[in-house]
């Protein structure tokens, strides 16, 4: 059976069909009508974008013609409509689908979400105490190029831009952290007093005999808490 292609301009076409017979010279005529829809394509802003983990991304489509568009995402490779409308929103990463349809006709457009590389910064110490009346210090590592603001508690007079600070009341201590792609995250850092530890010190002779006081040139063996009674010593 034989197959013809029309292509022609949007709208309404008249065909005019003959068809002559090889053998008798006859020729049978029709005419049909034919109504040529636009064919229809889809962009989306933004086609492809790279954001912090986390961070949502409003994709838009705009189909020509535009009027009646209608929309499908999806996400690629799946047949799950995930939004029905001009505009997406996502935060998960990956590759997405829209399909637009506009009387019947249908274009579809790709767009990627990406993630930047996460980063998994830490304050150290763990356990960070303020003995006495000294202060701590406490730092935020594994976090190359990052840009950090400490906020102490209300009672301290310290701060700091850097990747350190000097604790010197106790409290919480937070630290807002910017890394070199300007995805941010907090962290934050316990900190506790505790008093000096004064161990006794002893003195002796060689005997074990308790010394306060010595002769010029005689032997004395000084002595402090023995470390299976002090776990936290050095």
């Known amino acids: 059976r034989p197959k013809y292609t029309f292509l022609g301009t949007a709208g ?17 005529r029709d005419t049909f009508y034919l109504i040529i829809k636009p064919s229809v394509s889809v962009v989306v802003n933004p086609p492809s974008v790279t954001v912090c983990p986390g961070d949502t991304v409003s994709f838009t489509a705009a189909a020509t013609p535009s009027s009646p568009a209608i929309y499908r995402w ?3 490779g799946q047949s799950n409509v995930l939004s029905s409308g001009a505009g997406f929103s996502a935060s998960q990463p990956g590759a997405y689908t829209v399909i637009a349809s506009v009387n019947g006709c249908k274009a579809g ?18 356990t960070p105490a303020i003995c006495g009346g000294s202060g701590a210090l406490l730092q935020v590592v594994d976090c190359p190029g990052c840009s950090f603001a400490w906020a102490p508690p209300p009672a301290s007079s310290t701060s700091s831009n850097n990747s350190s600070i000097i604790a010197d009341v106790p409290g919480v201590y937070e630290v807002d952290i910017l890394d070199q792609n300007n995805c941010a995250q907090s962290l934050i850092s316990q900190v506790v007093t505790r008093p000096y530890l004064i161990p006794p010190i002893i003195s002796s002779d060689i005997n074990d005999t308790v010394l306060t006081s010595i002769c010029n040139g005689r032997p004395l063996v000084i002595e402090t808490t023995p470390l299976d009674s002090c776990t936290t010593c050095t």
């Open 12 to 28: 309404f076409q008249q065909i005019r069909l003959n068809v002559p017979e090889s053998t008798s010279g006859c020729v049978s």
């Open 74 to 76: 999806y996400k690629f």
């Open 109 to 126: 457009f790709n767009v990627n979400l990406g993630n930047y590389p996460a980063i998994s910064p830490r304050v150290v110490p763990d």
